[in-house]
């Protein structure tokens, strides 16, 4: 079957301008994660939901970060004023359910670039 | 604050050796340490994992150690080849209903001819 997709694949902007990136998780998955992958900090988690709720925010570097997830399905992960340092990879992984018993599928990921 | 620590950062194996990468964690509330495989491009995949009530598990070439008492484990991929070429991700949880991953720093791997 499908697997995560992300889209879009690469995403270059210009610092201060805002962009939103999607992530389609598999179909039936409840939990939905976000990680950011980059040189400096390695792979760390964003945020993580549970249906349509975002339990745990505690990842989010800054209020110019935020998601939603609408429908128990589809992401967006919207960064706001983009600086330089949010240059990175973005992971979005989905579950089954959450807790540990459940593999964590991720997607190819989107390389955002700020110039 | 690093929790999870992973080492060596690179990691050159001929053909047919052993590769052994470590990690060491300090939340003694993990209780699931997952391994995952990374290809250029991709994201990671789930290769093997663990939880600490046992101290080793084996799936085909690769075998997981773990030490509760140390608060280490290590992956050992027996007979490596050079498809394993990759960037491997030790990772620790600490269950529950979140679930988030806390990664170490990744470990290139190139199995040579």
């Known amino acids: 079957g499908a697997g995560v997709s992300q889209s879009p694949s690469n995403k270059v902007t210009e610092k201060g301008k805002d962009v939103e990136l999607r992530c389609d998780p598999i179909s039936g998955h409840t939990a939905l994660y976000w990680y950011r992958q980059s040189l400096g900090q390695g792979l760390e988690f964003l945020i993580y939901?549970?249906?349509?709720?975002?339990?745990?925010k505690s990842g989010l570097p800054s209020d110019r970060f935020s998601a939603e997830r609408t429908g128990g399905s589809v992401s967006t992960l919207t960064i706001q004023r983009t600086q330089q340092e949010d240059s990175a990879v973005y992971l979005c992984?989905?579950?089954?359910?959450?807790?540990?018993?459940?593999?964590?599928?991720f997607g190819p990921g989107t390389r955002l670039t700020v110039t | 604050q690093q929790q999870v620590k992973q080492s060596p950062q690179s990691l050159i194996v001929q053909k047919g050796g052993i590769s052994i990468i470590n990690c060491a964690y300090e939340?003694?509330?993990?209780?699931?340490f997952p391994w995952y495989q990374q290809f250029p491009g991709k994201g990671p995949a789930l290769l093997i994992a663990?939880?600490?009530?046992?101290s080793e598990k084996k799936e085909g070439r690769f075998t997981i150690s773990f030490n509760k008492s140390a608060k280490q484990f290590s992956l050992h991929i027996m007979d490596s080849q050079p498809g394993d070429s990759a960037t491997y991700f030790c990772?620790?949880?600490?269950?529950?209903?979140?679930?988030?991953?806390?990664f170490g720093t990744g470990t290139r791997l190139q199995v040579t001819l």
């Open positions: 663990i939880r600490p009530d046992v």
């Open positions: 990772a620790a949880s600490n269950g529950g209903t979140a679930s988030k991953l806390t």
């Open positions: 939901f549970q249906g349509n709720s975002a339990p745990d």
């Open positions: 992984a989905s579950s089954r359910s959450s807790g540990s018993s459940y593999e964590q599928y």
């Open positions: 939340n003694t509330a993990f209780d699931y």
